[in-house]
C-alpha cells in the first residue's frame, strides 16, 4: 500500500516556475515507478512524466518536453516534478501516481494502482 500526498501547486504567470513535490508514505518506495499526470476540467486525465524506480529513465509528454523535470529521492520517498516556462494550457490539477507492475507502458493511466488526491496549478496568461 502506498500513499501518496502531493504539495507546491499555487498561481503563477505565464512564463513562470513551479515545482511540485510528492511525498509517499511506503517502505518500498524504491520499487515503484512513478507518474506526474494531470487533468483540466472537461477534459481526461493526461501523462506528464515517468520516472523509473531507479531514476535512470525518464519520459515526458511532447506538451512538456524540455520545459518540465521528473526527480525522485529514494532516500526522503519523493518524487518532484519542475515545471518552467508555464503556459496557460498548463492550468490543470496535477497528480502523483505510483505502479508496482514492471513492462507495461508507463504514460497509460492503467500501469498505476496509487494516486495522490492532487494539486491545483493554475497559469494566467
Known amino acids: 500500500q502506498v500513499q501518496l500526498v502531493e504539495s507546491g501547486g499555487g498561481f503563477v504567470q505565464a512564463g513562470g516556475s513551479l515545482r511540485l513535490s510528492c511525498a509517499a508514505s511506503?517502505?518500498?518506495?524504491?520499487?515503484?515507478?512513478m507518474g506526474w499526470f494531470r487533468q483540466a476540467p472537461g477534459k481526461e486525465r493526461e501523462f506528464v512524466a515517468y520516472?523509473?524506480?531507479?531514476?535512470?529513465?525518464?519520459s515526458y509528454s511532447d506538451s512538456v518536453k524540455g520545459r518540465f523535470t521528473i526527480f525522485r529521492d529514494n532516500v526522503k520517498n519523493t518524487v518532484d516534478l519542475q515545471m518552467n516556462m508555464l503556459k496557460p494550457e498548463d492550468t490543470a490539477v496535477y497528480y502523483c501516481?505510483?505502479?508496482?507492475?514492471?513492462?507495461?507502458?508507463?504514460?497509460?493511466?492503467?500501469?498505476?494502482?496509487?494516486w495522490g488526491p492532487g494539486t491545483q496549478v493554475s497559469v494566467s496568461s
Open positions: 520516472v523509473s524506480w531507479s531514476g535512470g529513465r525518464k
Open positions: 511506503a517502505g518500498d518506495f524504491i520499487s515503484h515507478r
Open positions: 501516481a505510483a505502479s508496482a507492475t514492471v513492462g507495461g507502458e508507463p504514460s497509460s493511466l492503467k500501469e498505476y494502482g496509487y
